[in-house]
């Protein structure tokens, strides 16, 4: 329909430049006005979009995206290869001593995580992470910090998940695999023991 209409505007552009095109007057060729070609094909017929604004909006509705699947509100300027990598590990089951795409615990999505958003190789289990990371306030996470649990003082550290913001972090959780919680859920509130930043060495 569309290639139709260009046509029809092509015959109609060439017809009407007939009656207004005129061939100057050799011998008064200064008061003459050429009348260029009459154009009747609009701009908005052209499918040309500038790259920047179609990667603009690419990147809108990603975020949108990211945002709907993880239960986060986004202001568009986070780091959109982990939103990416953790929204693509959502619902992979639970699975103790893996770290794949058909199960893993939660050290082994950790480690996948960062080996895949930031080319960093973390210890295999949470306690050993926890040896590795620069400690950070609970109010100063940043999306990508890694978050602490244990059972109660004394206890050793037994679940490790990647905060993303407002209070949300994922997981790969024993009772669902991997998924988003929240840090103000009774359970994760309770045994929330710390939060550690990977530094890049």
């Keep these: 329909m569309k290639n139709t209409i260009l ?25 003459v006005p050429v009348v260029a070609e009459a154009s009747l094909l609009p701009s908005f017929f052209d499918d040309t979009t500038p790259a ?16 709907q699947t993880l239960g986060v509100d986004l202001a568009f300027n986070e780091n959109k290869d982990l939103l990416r990598t953790v929204t693509d590990w959502i619902g992979t089951p639970y699975r103790y001593g893996s770290n794949s795409k058909k199960g893993t615990d939660c050290s082994g999505f950790v480690t996948r995580v ?7 190789t973390l210890k295999r289990s949470s306690r050993s992470m926890f040896e590795n ?63 550690g930043r990977v530094e890049n060495e």
Excluded: W
């Design 52 to 67: 920047d604004a179609t990667s603009a909006s690419r990147d809108s509705l990603a975020y949108h995206y990211y945002a």
């Design 133 to 195: 990371v620069k400690r950070v306030n609970k109010d100063q996470m940043e999306a990508g910090d890694l978050v602490f649990f244990r059972r109660g003082p004394g206890q050793p550290i037994y679940h490790v998940g990647i905060y993303i913001k407002d209070g949300k972090f994922a997981h790969s959780a024993t009772n669902g695999g991997v998924m988003v919680s929240s840090l103000n859920q009774p359970y994760y509130h309770r045994n929330f023991y710390a939060a």
């Design 7 to 31: 046509y029809c505007l092509a015959a109609a552009s060439t017809t009407l430049s007939f009656f207004f095109e005129r061939t100057p007057d050799a011998t008064n060729s200064a008061s």
């Design 114 to 120: 960062f080996q895949e958003v930031y080319g960093i």
